[in-house]
């Protein structure tokens, strides 16, 4: 039997524990609805209040966080998460409005998504944008859907293919099979950028388009984008920016300048929303101006003009071929919008500059310090982030021993085996709130690890062995598909 | 305001060690014209500012819990969240941790996902919950690509009842866009009085998945065995969207044979919020678990044999199966899941019941008041849970801004979405609403003119 080291909020129950309980009705009585509609049995846990704060900050203490340490997961831009950002979206005037209040009684909720609109198009050069998307990927798959609908409403029916470069994220393609698409794979070239010869190929009247990371996953700023833009829109294809990247180009350079027709923002990356343990993250969309017709609805705009003395009346609009809602109301409103509008409140166009720079000073600095030690493959000055293969040569170490031996040190890992193209990728992005001493004991740990390969493979393949748990075993968890509390152990495999 | 912790002269050391001599010259690959344009935004605001400014923005809205008594659901309710809720959610382990990729330091966020599935399965009456979607109309949307990958593009049919959400209906048009569908039933112009059974008639061996609510838009309750029983016999799933604050009352989607059972759990935990975040539940049958999408936890053993928990069957997945995947889904709504869970649990088994009788008490007296006002009444017979049609004797804008000059947020005003329901106000009581606030809005419309 397993040892347990934390029952389950269901295995610490005990009948008749009462935790919060609520008021006595203070209106007369009704029946209840008729016997066969009623559930026969609740069998939901039952605990006191103390037990359920003791059980999440045991559990809470099993994480590793940002704010416990470095957290360096390459195309993640795990940044530290202002505090402010938690008081803010929790202003009762944020936490206590409901979605589908009169606009009236909202003005600050809607002037604080216009203002949003605004500043996310001033800072990435965009025509429009929505606020609607939920995720990354969500945000993904509105644009591609834009996309579409613009080669449908010219009539250019013919247009199926969606250029993705081998280094893209997985959710690209992902978002193309969604709308029945199909995919062609552009190789890189030897400093990572997009092969030109290949593009030029693979351009015909039958693209959709083409989406690109740039910087790329492997941190390379593609050094001939504006030859990339222009075959492709030659051919009649709209340029798509995955924006998990824009943390390196903050008043460095907006897409829509470079012509990228679309584009999404992480919020949960560039701009501090923290990420929660895997969500929720918000992803709008911003657009040139021959996408601002297509955008989801309703996107806020101005009703009334205000004048010196009033201000102007904000509420819903809807774009002209608008291709549909996303989601159910509005978009990440609390969690997302307003802690992202108070962390570039507080940074302005200086500030938001000061954030890339020094994004990209401390993965070159990285980069600089590793060098000696791990291959790079595409070695030039990089972004916000670089990736180097974790293996050596005579030895049988992979990137994930090198991972896990990290947590021995008290890192979290990089991100690893991303990008595909590299063997053994271990993909670093510090951003730009680590400091320099942090950045130096994590170099000298990846430096002794590899020491260590040698010396002592065994120290990396039992690794890690200082943390509570230890390596999982996957492939039991797969088989077994145990997914809830109450489920026997030897709940067999399914179908 | 800055966070970034590097003076001037540790920067000088590592532009050294990089080998530049400024930041700038980090960006020689950026094409000079557009290198470092001027951002025309407004200039940086302290933390003291800031928090200034964001507090005006917020107190220049009128809220339901200082300035006006609502009645509004449609989709998001106003509940009472325990104190222990935010506490825990404002653990920084919690939420300034990434998606639990390396488990043997994830093992925080996979117990509680795991909780969450299992919290969720229960409360639907289902064999199995994914980790969350991004609400419910988008976990409502995922069913149907469930459905679609089921039968492979084989049925294309979707049946849809006009009384599911309006904003789900629309989420699933544009999510199926590029899938070639055929919908039917979604026509807010039919007859809206008819039962669940009337659906069967559109249903045909074409049909790939019916798709009705519980309680509906409307707040009615159907036992949905028979129709599930009926498309089963045509070889069609039935997705139920639920309410899970009206599940903890009544008979289960599990009970009625329900394929999958998707909804919005924002009345577990999560503040209003002006829309978002949210968190959409999907539960399912363990046949259909390949099919799924979204996030998945497992149990299993570390090295050390101790019971852990890790993402597992990730080879549905977008990173593993790039354009195959079942959706390019690769978040879940982790934290929130996370207050869902804190949420029943700390309340738990009774407690929750407590909630679930306030809202159907206290709705009911306020519908049995409200239809003794003169000229107006309720919309329908079927029983219902907290919310209900009420039919005013002028149109639903004119009641609702009477309602609002005498701070009350009123119902869901119904003709924005059924050109048929033009008098007629959606009202949701929940167990913030108070005996003395039901009367009151029950005075103020019997003064009405």
């Known amino acids: 039997m397993a040892t347990v080291i934390e029952p389950t909020i269901f295995e610490l129950s005990s009948p008749g524990r009462r935790g919060v309980t609520m008021p006595a009705s203070d209106v007369p009585a009704t029946a209840l609805p008729p016997k066969d509609l009623l559930r026969s049995d609740l069998p939901l846990p039952e605990l006191a209040e103390v037990d359920v704060v003791r059980h999440y900050m045991k559990l809470s203490k099993f994480n590793y966080s940002v704010d416990d340490g470095f957290y360096p997961l390459g195309s993640c831009t795990m940044k530290y998460n202002p505090k402010i950002n938690e008081d803010t979206c929790r202003l009762p005037g944020f936490l206590y409005t409901h979605p589908l209040q009169p606009i009236e009684t909202v003005q600050g909720n809607l002037a604080l998504m216009f203002e949003m609109q605004e500043w996310l198009k ?214 997302g919008l307003v802690r992202s509008y108070t962390y570039i409140a507080m940074h302005g166009p200086d500030g938001l500059k000061d954030i890339s720079q020094y994004a990209v000073l401390n993965a070159n600095y990285l980069q600089a310090r590793l ?76 430096i002794k690890i590899a020491e260590e390969a040698k010396s002592q493979p065994e120290l990396l393949h039992n690794a890690p062995s200082t943390t509570l748990f230890g390596r999982m075993d996957e492939v039991k968890a797969a088989r077994e598909l145990v997914l809830c509390c109450w489920l026997p152990e030897n709940y067999e495999q399914m179908v | 305001m800055t966070y970034i912790p590097i003076s001037p002269t540790e920067r000088d050391a590592m532009l050294k060690t990089v080998g530049v001599k400024s930041l700038d010259d980090l960006f020689d690959a950026i094409p000079k014209k557009h290198r470092f344009p001027e951002l025309n935004l407004p200039p940086a605001l302290t933390e ?86 991004y609400d419910g109309a988008t976990a409502t949307a995922e069913a149907v690509n469930l459905a679609y990958a089921q039968f492979r593009g084989k049925r294309k049919k979707i049946v849809m009842s006009p009384s599911v959400h309006p904003q789900y209906r629309e989420v699933i048009r544009t999510y199926s866009q590029g899938m070639g569908l055929e919908e039917a039933g979604d026509d807010a112009s039919a007859d809206l009085e008819v039962g669940p059974e009337a659906l069967m008639s559109l249903v045909d061996d074409k049909t790939m998945l019916v798709v009705v609510q519980y309680p509906d838009f409307f707040g009615r309750i159907h036992d949905y065995t028979k129709l599930i029983e009926d498309a089963h016999s045509k070889g069609a799933l039935v997705c139920i969207v639920a309410n899970p604050t009206a599940l903890l009352m009544l008979k289960t989607p599990g009970e009625m044979g329900a394929d999958i059972v998707v909804g919005e759990a924002q009345p577990f935990g999560i503040p209003l919020w002006y829309g978002g975040p949210y968190l959409g539940f999907f539960t399912t049958k363990k046949s259909y678990v390949h099919k799924m999408a979204g996030r998945l936890v497992g149990e299993t053993v570390d090295v050390r044999g101790n019971r852990s928990y890790v993402l597992t069957l990730t080879a549905r997945e977008q990173h593993i199966k790039r354009e195959r995947a079942t959706s390019n889904i690769c978040t879940n709504q982790g934290l929130l899941a996370l207050g869902c869970s804190i ?71 119904l003709s924005k979405d059924y050109p048929a329901l033009q008098n007629h106000l959606l009202v949701a009581v929940t167990e913030m609403n108070s005996r003395d606030e039901i009367d009151t809005l029950v005075e103020i419309l019997q003064e009405m003119k």
């Open chain 1, 122 to 335: 001033e800072i990435s050069g965009f025509a429009g944008v929505t606020l609607q998307p939920a995720a990354g990927a969500h945000g993904e798959f509105t644009g591609v859907l834009m996309m579409a609908a613009y080669h449908k409403s010219r009539g250019d029916l013919k247009r199926t293919k969606m250029l993705i470069p081998d280094a893209a994220h997985g959710t690209n393609p992902a978002s193309v099979g969604m709308l029945g698409m199909s995919v062609v794979t552009i190789p890189s070239d030897s400093r990572g950028n997009v092969d030109l010869e290949k593009l030029k190929a693979a351009c015909d009247d039958t693209v959709v388009g083409m989406m690109l990371t740039n910087p790329n996953t492997l941190g390379m700023f593609d050094e001939h984008i504006e030859e990339v833009v222009k075959m492709v829109k030659d051919c009649g294809g709209l340029m798509y920016g995955d924006g998990a990247n824009l943390n390196a180009l903050l008043g460095i350079v907006r897409p829509g300048d470079l012509g990228f027709d679309v584009m999404h923002f992480n919020l949960h990356k560039t701009f501090a929303v923290p990420h929660g343990g895997g969500g929720p993250g918000s992803g709008p969309v911003g657009v040139s101006q021959r996408l601002v017709d297509f955008l989801p609805a309703p996107l806020v705009g101005i009703i009334e003009e205000g004048d010196h003395e009033t201000a102007p009346l904000y509420g819903f609009v809807t774009p002209k071929q608008s291709i549909g809602r996303m989601k159910a109301f509005h978009g990440h409103f609390g969690g």
């Open chain 1, 371 to 446: 060098r000696d030690t791990y291959k790079i493959p595409y070695d030039r000055i990089c972004m916000h982030e670089f990736v180097m293969e974790g293996q050596f040569e005579g030895s049988d170490i992979r990137a994930l021993d090198i991972s896990k031996r990290l947590m021995d040190y008290k890192f979290h890992p990089p991100t690893n085996y991303f990008p595909l193209i590299v063997h053994e990728a271990l993909m670093i992005e510090p951003t730009e709130t680590e400091n320099k001493d942090t950045l130096d004991r994590f170099a000298d740990a990846l």
């Open chain 2, 48 to 133: 003291m500012e800031a928090a200034a400014h964001l507090g005006e923005m917020a107190s220049s809205n009128e809220n339901v819990r200082e300035h006006l008594v609502s009645f509004l659901g449609a989709g998001a309710y106003h509940h009472y969240v325990p104190s222990v809720v935010d506490h825990m959610l404002r653990r920084g382990e919690f939420y300034t941790a990434y998606t639990p990729y390396q488990p043997e330091i994830s093992q925080g966020t996979l117990q509680a996902i795991f909780e969450y599935q299992s919290l969720m399965a229960t409360l639907t009456g289902m064999e199995l919950s994914n980790a969350s979607h």
């Open chain 2, 343 to 413: 949420y029943m649990s700390v309340l738990g088994k009774q407690g929750l019941q407590e909630v679930a009788n306030l809202c159907y008490q206290k709705a009911h007296y306020a519908a049995s008041e409200l239809s003794k006002i003169d000229g107006f009444g309720l919309c329908f017979t079927d029983p219902f849970f907290h919310e209900f049609v009420l039919c005013c004797p002028k149109p639903a804008s004119e009641v609702n801004q009477y309602l609002l000059d005498n701070g009350i947020l009123g119902g869901y005003d």
